[in-house]
């Protein structure tokens, strides 16, 4: 199994211009170290616009973002899906064929290794001090001892006429062919978990809860082989959400804790349990992973109509519009208000101080003083019954927007409210009370059935590069001429490790040479 | 002692441990300067001659005390064989350069220990304290090998290359001590930033001596030879890619427990693979007929670059959930 077997090309003409020559051909040059090479070459080069370019699955938002701001060039980046470089076919083609490679190195490898394994030693060469590492000393050492002592050192011994030769270091190969296989092992690991799982993500108020069935879900993402019967049917409710702050010093306003108290059902009929989620450790139901993501603030509002009636009461989950200090944007819609329809744009401040110029901002992200700045009142027909799909952080589509009539806007803009307050509309429209404060979390749901294959692949990859990288395969070889000479050579197998084996050497010849009682 | 007298420690630590570095460096460059210069190639020793090298000591330890057997290593290591022939005033500053580097190395150890008990957390939660602790892990991947086999010929370049790393750091990437934020918060860093570490000091040894490769032709030169670079370089990979390929998985792991999933295309993982794949090429070139020698090297300097674009690029130009991306923060 030397390099140069591996290299061997042989060119079809020199085997004549049959089919079978050129297949055969074929698979010789792409089973070639040299193809590898290059092959490993455009992996890594077709990985890089993976981190330049944004991808759809990690940052859909910027992606967007492009094709708003540049539309020929995202046209551009589109047609050669670099949207999606790691599931593009031009990156599954290389890793396709460096794998089918690999197949095509492995394969030929381990029947060599099957043969290698169970071969003896080759004989004792004649003249032991041409080998690279030599010794010779006196003693009255036979045949039978030096084996001896060589198969305590773990070495794989065969004796004859004068001489012992011996051999050890099978690991190596063992740790490379265990190592490409892993590697394979891995792909395929992979493989499975994008089919077979599935991933998606939803936002929990305080208070409420969530069942594990795809409507539950904002954004779900299944594999191809996924069915919506097969979600693991847990559920669960957020009672107590907190998050700690350092509170002094060069960090100050940086988060140091998140903590969920859950209440988990993992089935239907099962006990309710206690779990605290947390970043770093995620919620484990029978494979299913729930992991804590995201976080903010969801103000509860009561919206009192022109009619006098409660229009709207709840908690409303805003959008984070500044992270240091969760100055945080919301939406209140109230379809139900009589004579016509309310909407509210309004801005949360978790910790509000005044400025001098008369406004207000958020000077800390724990709520230390909440308070709420209603931005914008708005009455009228909000769409919602057009039967279109509408974003809970919009009040409406820009064209239903101008429609509606403006309330409070712009300069009339009132002082904020503390928790507890409420501002009445102009034209007795209606009233806006800000009950309270709640937080929402937003949880990454995952089931990946490949996960724990592809760590065991992976464990067993990293074990097998160690030792097929840190293992030579040595041989030493022993003489012992008439007269009481003992000749001792020995040499690697492994290109580059000569160096460290010297020290061996040395070693090995030391046991040899020690009188019977000096041996371990 | 208070946090913020033992961060103050901490940072006069730093500046300590550059000043030491450059001053070894300069030893260690007199030391090259006024050395002899050796032939281009370990051939023109006579291949004769140097298995005679290789085979006298072992002999000789045989039958005697033994304790020798061991110089038949240094016979075949860079450069020792041939540090009898030096002049004397060179060696000398040699061993003051190296007495100096052993000094920055402590500096650089004190340096993380005291900025660790200030923040009471693993000091490599930011750029920052990152770039400080793989520094040192150069130096030690240095030094460490220094201890088994003469390479002090590398010392001038690792310690320029140590000392302009702090120096960046502390310029560029400087961060007060203080608490990380929560996704940090576990006992992952300790496994997954120490092997990244690791691996990225001994890569960072190999890439200087692949540079020194480059740079040296197969002349007359007071560098040691071709070969004895590239095994230098060679020796380091072999040990750092099995760490590197398990502070990649360490890291999948972790990220399987902080983001819900072991991989994601995180800018930070395309590029830990790029690297990872550009090793394993560096691997298999050095096995390809043909590629052995100047082409790995190159290799190897690619595989380099991508290792230095991962380390500080990434966190620099590109955005990503890696937390260690807010630089001066
Ligand atoms: C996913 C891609 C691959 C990776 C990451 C990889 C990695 C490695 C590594 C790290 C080594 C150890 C090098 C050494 O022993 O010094 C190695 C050795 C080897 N690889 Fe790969 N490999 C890959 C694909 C392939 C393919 C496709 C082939 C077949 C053409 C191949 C053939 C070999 C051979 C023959 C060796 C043994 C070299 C020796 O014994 O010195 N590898 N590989």
Known sequence: ?520 | MSAEQLAGLSDLFVVAAVLLYVVSMVGFAMELAFGRFRPGKAAALGADAQRQAVKQPVAVGAAGSGGEGADASSAEQPGASEAAGQPRGAIRAGTVALALAWLGWAANLAAIVTRGLAVERWPWGNMYEFVVAICFAAVSAFLGTQLRHNVRFLGAFVMVTAALGLGLAVKFFYTAAGPVVPALNSYWIAIHVTAAIISSGLLTMAGVAGILYLIRGDGLSRLPTREDLERVAHRAIVFAFPLWTFAVIAGALWADRAWGRYWGWDPKEVWSFITWVAYAAYLHARVTAGWRGRAATIVQLVAFACLLFNLIGVNIFISGLHSYADVGN
């Not at chain 1, 047609?79 to 030929?108: D, H, K, M």
């Not at chain 1, 169970?118 to 001090?129: M, T």
């Not at chain 1, 910790?351 to 308070?371: I, K, M």
């Not at chain 1, 904020?416 to 429209?429: K, N, R, T, Y």
């Open chain 1, 1 to 520: 199994m030397s390099v140069q077997e591996l290299e061997k090309e042989q060119s079809p003409n020199q085997a004549g211009f049959g089919l079978t020559a050129w297949l055969r051909w074929g698979w010789r040059t792409l089973t070639s170290m040299k193809t590898a090479l290059i092959l490993l070459f455009l992996l890594a080069l077709g990985s890089v616009p993976g981190s330049l370019v944004p991808q759809r699955g990690v940052e859909p938002d910027k992606v967007a973002r492009l094709y708003e701001q540049n539309p020929t060039l995202a046209e551009w980046y589109d047609r050669f899906q670099l949207f999606e470089v790691f599931t593009s076919t031009w990156f599954a083609a290389v890793y396709l064929l460096l794998f089918t490679s690999l197949i095509g190195c492995i394969v030929p490898r381990t029947a060599t290794y099957l043969r290698e394994l169970r071969r003896k030693p080759p004989a004792a060469p004649k003249h032991l001090s041409r080998l690279p590492h030599a010794a010779a000393f006196e003693g009255d050492l036979g045949v039978e001892e030096a084996a001896r002592r060589l198969r305590k050192l773990r070495f794989r011994v065969v004796t004859g006429d004068g001489w012992v030769s011996a051999e050890k270091g099978y690991l190596r190969e063992t740790g490379n062919l265990f190592f490409h296989i892993a590697l394979l092992g891995i792909l395929l690991a992979i493989g499975a978990g994008s089919l077979y799982g599935y991933r998606g993500n939803v936002l929990v108020v305080e208070g409420d809860g969530f069942a594990n069935t795809v409507a539950a879900y904002d954004r779900y993402i299944p594999g191809s082989q996924v069915s919506a019967e097969s979600l693991e049917p847990f559920s669960l409710q957020l009672t107590d959400f907190k998050v700690s702050y350092q509170v002094e010093g060069d960090k100050r306003g940086q988060a140091l804790d998140y903590s969920a108290h859950l209440k988990v059902n993992d089935s239907p009929g099962a006990p309710t349990r206690d779990f605290e989620l947390k970043v770093n450790t995620p919620l484990e139901v029978n494979g299913t992973q729930v992991y804590l993501i995201g976080n903010g603030y969801a103000p509860v509002f009561k919206v009192t109509d022109g009619k006098g009636q409660v229009a709207f009461e709840g908690a409303v989950p805003c959008l984070i519009e500044d992270k240091p200090t969760m100055t945080s944007g919301c939406v209140v819609k109230a379809p139900d208000a009589q004579p016509s329809q309310l909407g509210f744009l309004l801005r949360f401040l978790p910790t509000s101080v005044p400025l001098t110029d008369g406004t207000y901002a958020s000077a800390f992200p724990d709520e230390l003083n909440p308070e709420v700045q209603l931005v914008g009142a708005f009455s009228g027909d909000l769409g919602l019954r057009s039967g279109r799909p509408q974003s809970v952080y919009e009040l409406a589509p820009p064209e239903v927007m101008k429609k509606l009539k403006p309330l409070v806007m712009g300069s009339n803009v009132p002082k904020p409210l503390a928790a507890g307050q409420s501002i009445d509309l102009p034209e007795g429209a209606g009233k806006l009370e800000f009950v309270g404060v709640k937080e929402w979390m937003t949880l990454q749901i995952a089931y990946d059935p490949g996960r724990v294959p592809a760590l065991v692949f992976a464990a067993v990859a990293v074990v097998a590069i160690a030792l097929s990288l840190m293992i030579r395969r040595r041989r030493v070889f022993v003489r012992v001429k008439e007269g009481g000479t003992v000749e001792v050579g020995g040499l690697t197998r492994t290109e580059g490790s000569a160096a460290g084996f010297a020290e061996e050497f040395a070693d090995i010849v030391k046991v040899l040479s020690a009188g019977e009682k000096d041996v371990r």
